[in-house]
């Protein structure tokens, strides 16, 4: 069993090869790929987290298309005093299938 823990986006998310994980929005190359920074690499028994052997590691995912996220609302309100405005916010989103971990 294989699988990665990849930074992308300020978080971090454990994928596989086949993992198809939302991502915020990535700009592809022209083939459609990505590369993924990996930050810990748990390959059965041996798990690699030193920065050196990392380096050497790529993690490449396909990317599937670029969607929205759901609408969030935001509203502010103060008693007695008139004021209330109202936000609204969808996050960019893209979508990827991981190809590879090598």
């Known amino acids: 069993m294989v699988y990665a823990v990849v930074r992308a ?3 971090q998310e454990k994928v596989e090869v086949g993992t198809v994980v ?3 929005r990535i700009s592809a190359d022209k083939n459609g790929n990505i590369e993924l920074a990996p930050v810990l690499l748990v390959d059965g028994d041996t798990i690699t987290h030193d920065a050196k052997a990392l ?3 790529t993690v490449t995912a396909e ?3 670029d969607e929205r996220g759901p609408k969030i609302v935001i509203q502010n309100y103060k ?3 008139g004021y209330k405005r ?3 916010h ?3 989103l893209t979508r990827v299938k991981i190809t590879s971990i090598k």
């Open 86 to 88: 109202r936000m609204g």
């Open 9 to 11: 986006g300020g978080r």
């Open 63 to 65: 990317v599937l298309g």
């Open 22 to 24: 939302v991502l915020d």
């Open 90 to 92: 969808r996050s960019e």
């Open 79 to 81: 008693n007695k005093t």
């Open 55 to 57: 380096a050497k590691i």
